[in-house]
């Protein structure tokens, strides 16, 4: 059989079982209302938890050094792609993350690989949480060390595991901060406790959290007054911009600018976008009405879904899944939020577990109230119309 006549039988089984994908174009600038499609759409799945991907002055900001610095940096950061915006966006990562150093990555994604396919070697063991993000799957196994799964956030089940690997050389505890799919906390504040009652390393993937979590928005670490050994993060999420960093010691930093293979070997970022986000950090860092907004409009919307008897998983982050099971289900209750000018995907294996589809509402502080109301009067009639409430 011929490539195309084969890639097509696997398209259709994908079809069949209601996991088929396909793009839809976004026409306009990120904001809580988009032309998508041809159609306004009130968005309920954009990353841009704090406005700021729109916001002027990070455009300003980009603009300023794209006519200084021009549009691609030229190649990677160890030949002629480091500039002077990437050393100050570095230090001002370390500061707001309250590390020695920091690092950039082309993205979040390529920081996590970086980080668990060089730091562990041979005889170690990764313990990761059983919903960990694909990227950190990806680095667990291109990683030369084992992997343990411990189920989600259960700190016992962690504590077995580290009991059941101590003939390991080393062990590293690799954890989300915020869950992607299901909007729950690490809480780290345990893990580092076990941490160092059975010597093994902290690793957390801080991406939903900076500049949500937190008395001033620098994320779980400072949600639970901790510090762990390694902290990865991404500037694509409320920073507004593109990008991935990885903050901790010097030492550390030293090691993965000459080992990680995915930092070495990836042409670097654009200086404006480091301008982009060292204004975006300096606005989190200066002030908090954006991230009080956000986290008001998460418990609305959370309080509101459990009252009408939805199943609504996660802490009180911008995350809020919405449970519905079958995966044509949610694909129906998806289209027809998309009919009544609502865009709200549903997310469906492999990405989250058999039986667990769902619509994934992410939240911005830019959604006004009659927006979320909007929202909410969608989900009750949509859900007597499905009988998924009463």
Same mark, same amino acid.
């Given at each position: 059989?011929?490539?195309?006549?084969?890639?097509?039988?696997?398209?259709?089984?994908?079809?069949?079982?209601?996991?088929?994908?396909?793009?839809?174009?976004?026409?306009?600038?990120?904001?809580?209302?988009?032309?998508?499609?041809?159609?306004?759409?009130?968005?309920?799945?954009?990353?841009?938890?704090?406005?700021?991907?729109?916001?002027?002055?990070?455009?300003?900001?980009?603009?300023?050094?794209?006519?200084?610095?021009?549009?691609?940096?030229?190649?990677?950061?160890?030949?002629?792609?480091?500039?002077?915006?990437?050393?100050?966006?570095?230090?001002?990562?370390?500061?707001?993350?309250?590390?020695?150093?920091?690092?950039?990555?082309?993205?979040?994604?390529?920081?996590?690989?970086?980080?668990?396919?060089?730091?562990?070697?041979?005889?170690?063991?990764?313990?990761?949480?059983?919903?960990?993000?694909?990227?950190?799957?990806?680095?667990?196994?291109?990683?030369?060390?084992?992997?343990?799964?411990?189920?989600?956030?259960?700190?016992?089940?962690?504590?077995?595991?580290?009991?059941?690997?101590?003939?390991?050389?080393?062990?590293?505890?690799?954890?989300?901060?915020?869950?992607?799919?299901?909007?729950?906390?690490?809480?780290?504040?345990?893990?580092?406790?076990?941490?160092?009652?059975?010597?093994?390393? #902290? !690793?957390?993937?801080?991406?939903? +959290?900076? %500049?949500?979590? &937190?008395?001033?928005?620098? $994320?779980?670490?400072? *949600?639970?007054?901790?510090?762990?050994?390694? #902290? !990865?993060?991404?500037?694509?999420? +409320?920073? %507004?911009?593109? &990008?991935?960093?990885?903050? $901790?010691?010097?030492? *550390?930093?030293?090691?993965?600018?000459?080992?990680?293979?995915?930092?070495?070997?990836?042409?670097?970022?654009?200086?404006?976008?480091?301008?982009?986000?060292?204004?975006? *950090?300096?606005?989190?860092?200066?002030?908090?009405?954006?991230?009080?907004?956000?986290?008001?409009?998460?418990?609305?919307?959370?309080?509101?879904?459990?009252?009408?008897?939805?199943?609504?998983?996660?802490?009180?982050?911008?995350?809020?899944?919405?449970?519905?099971?079958?995966?044509?289900?949610?694909?129906?209750?998806?289209?027809?939020?998309?009919?009544?000018?609502?865009?709200?995907?549903?997310?469906?294996?492999?990405?989250?577990?058999?039986?667990?589809?769902?619509?994934?509402?992410?939240?911005?502080?830019?959604?006004?109230?009659?927006?979320?109301?909007?929202?909410?009067?969608?989900?009750?009639?949509?859900?007597?119309?499905?009988?998924?409430?009463?």
């Amino acid at each position: 059989m011929e490539l195309d006549g084969w890639l097509s039988q696997r398209l259709d089984k994908t079809k069949e079982a209601g996991l088929y994908r396909k793009f839809r174009t976004m026409n306009t600038a990120p904001l809580p209302e988009m032309l998508i499609d041809g159609k306004r759409q009130i968005v309920f799945s954009s990353n841009n938890y704090l406005g700021l991907a729109n916001d002027r002055r990070l455009v300003y900001a980009a603009e300023t050094i794209l006519h200084e610095f021009g549009v691609g940096s030229s190649g990677l950061r160890l030949t002629t792609g480091h500039t002077n915006w990437h050393q100050k966006l570095e230090e001002k990562i370390a500061d707001f993350k309250q590390t020695e150093a920091a690092l950039l990555f082309s993205s979040g994604f390529l920081a996590n690989v970086g980080v668990l396919s060089s730091l562990p070697e041979k005889w170690d063991v990764i313990l990761s949480d059983q919903l960990n993000h694909a990227s950190i799957i990806d680095g667990c196994r291109l990683s030369k060390a084992d992997t343990v799964i411990y189920n989600h956030i259960d700190m016992d089940d962690l504590e077995a595991k580290l009991i059941e690997t101590q003939s390991y050389q080393r062990r590293f505890i690799v954890t989300d901060g915020v869950f992607s799919m299901d909007g729950t906390i690490a809480p780290l504040d345990q893990m580092i406790s076990l941490a160092k009652q059975y010597q093994a390393y #902290v !690793i957390v993937d801080d991406a939903h +959290a900076t %500049g949500v979590l &937190g008395e001033n928005g620098r $994320g779980t670490s400072e *949600l639970f007054g901790i510090h762990p050994d390694v #902290v !990865i993060g991404t500037l694509s999420k +409320a920073i %507004g911009t593109e &990008g991935g960093f990885v903050a $901790g010691s010097k030492v *550390l930093i030293d090691f993965l600018l000459n080992h990680a293979r995915t930092f070495i070997f990836q042409t670097a970022m654009p200086p404006s976008i480091c301008a982009s986000s060292y204004a975006a *950090l300096e606005i989190i860092e200066n002030s908090n009405e954006n991230r009080q907004r956000l986290l008001s409009n998460v418990k609305k919307i959370k309080i509101s879904l459990t009252e009408m008897g939805y199943s609504v998983k996660g802490d009180i982050t911008p995350i809020i899944p919405v449970i519905i099971g079958d995966p044509q289900k949610a694909v129906i209750f998806a289209e027809k939020l998309l009919e009544n000018g609502i865009y709200a995907p549903a997310i469906r294996p492999p990405t989250v577990p058999i039986g667990e589809s769902r619509i994934r509402l992410t939240v911005t502080s830019d959604h006004s109230l009659k927006e979320i109301e909007y929202l909410l009067e969608c989900f009750h009639f949509i859900g007597k119309e499905l009988n998924m409430i009463q």
